[in-house]
């Protein structure tokens, strides 16, 4: 039996033979590892890159001349390898800044970051500047209480919404609104509202009564009708913003009749050919109520009270229990 028993060869197997003759080409006198990995073409590149980089700084740290100085300038794969950690710790030059006069022969960290995340396709919408993401486009606030509960801002998510904003806008010519959204991309930039200030603003009967407001019957007055609508739309536009500095934004409270002597005023210095003194209050607080939403308040003290008074809705007054005296009020 014993003369049929032959010798067993042992075998290495090629990764152990091919790392038992590999070098390490950036090598660290304190590297403790103990196994040197083959480098692909690729990797030798990137080894080159990083000298090139080190050899461009002015700190001797970051140069490391020992080490660039052994790297071989042709690349042998059953010669060249490098120990894992030796390897990262050369390449690791993304804090490093390449001098100009080799911008056109080294890849900067910027670039290598770019190259080895092409898989990926970055979002448009990042580098899109955002609406603010706290303010409703229609009411320029951020929570808003509505019958004791609290809404929150949505945001516009379809082609369809923003089409229909931006009609509606272009319809109420809506200078405000307009000078926000248009030719801006709502989904893209996340423009946000509050589903009922939205609503609101696209009721049919709202768009047609700004529509026949703009300006039916500020034509009693005769005149290029055309010119009347501008004059009106323009002076509008002022009082919007008078409005929406002093009653929303400071927290003022007016009657509605000083606001009506504000429009009128307004026409009557810029446009006088279109200046109707009998412009009647009422379709004046229409047109506020179909521009500003539920961002204003109107109350009327006694019935024996000729005009509101307005305010904002952030304000939180129980008027009955206030011992605000009227008569001063915006008088």
């Not at 580098?127 to 945001?155: M, V, W, Y």
């Amino acid at each position: 039996m014993m003369a049929d028993e032959r010798p067993v060869s042992l075998k290495r197997s090629a990764a152990f033979l091919s790392q038992s003759s590999l070098s390490c080409i950036v090598h660290y006198d304190r590297c403790t590892d103990p196994e040197i990995a083959p480098l692909s073409e690729n990797q030798f590149r990137t080894v080159h890159n990083a000298v090139q980089v080190r050899q461009a700084q002015s700190a001797v740290g970051h140069r490391l001349n020992d080490i660039c100085q052994s790297v071989p300038i042709v690349f042998i794969a059953n010669l060249h390898g490098a120990h894992r950690w030796c390897y990262k710790n050369f390449t690791n030059i993304s804090r490093l800044i390449c001098t100009a006069s080799q911008s056109g022969h080294v890849e900067t960290a910027q670039s290598i970051s770019k190259r080895r995340s092409s898989s990926r396709i970055p979002d448009s919408r990042a580098l899109t500047a955002l609406f603010p993401q706290d303010k409703c486009i229609f009411c320029n606030r951020h929570i808003k209480r509505q019958r004791g509960a609290k809404e929150f801002l949505s945001k516009c998510v379809t082609k369809d919404a923003e089409r229909k904003i931006k009609e509606c806008a272009t319809e109420k010519i809506d200078f405000r609104l307009l000078g926000i959204i248009e030719g801006q991309d709502l989904r893209a930039r996340e423009a946000r509202y509050h589903e009922s200030c939205r609503r609101d603003y696209l009721r049919q009967d709202s768009r047609s009564h700004h529509s026949a407001v703009g300006d039916e019957g500020d034509d009693d007055i005769g005149g290029d009708l055309t010119e009347t609508k501008a004059a009106h739309a323009d002076s509008f536009q002022q009082l919007c913003n008078y409005v929406q500095i002093n009653i929303i934004s400071a927290g003022h409270v007016e009657r509605m009749s000083m606001l009506r002597m504000h429009y009128i005023n307004c026409i009557k210095e810029k446009y006088p050919d279109s200046y109707n003194p009998n412009y009647p209050t009422q379709k004046l607080k229409s047109k506020l109520i179909s521009h500003f939403g539920s961002a204003l308040q109107f109350w009327l003290p006694k019935a024996s009270c000729k005009s509101e008074l307005v305010y904002s809705s952030d304000i939180d007054i129980d008027w009955r229990s206030s011992r605000v005296c009227f008569r001063c009020v915006s008088v």
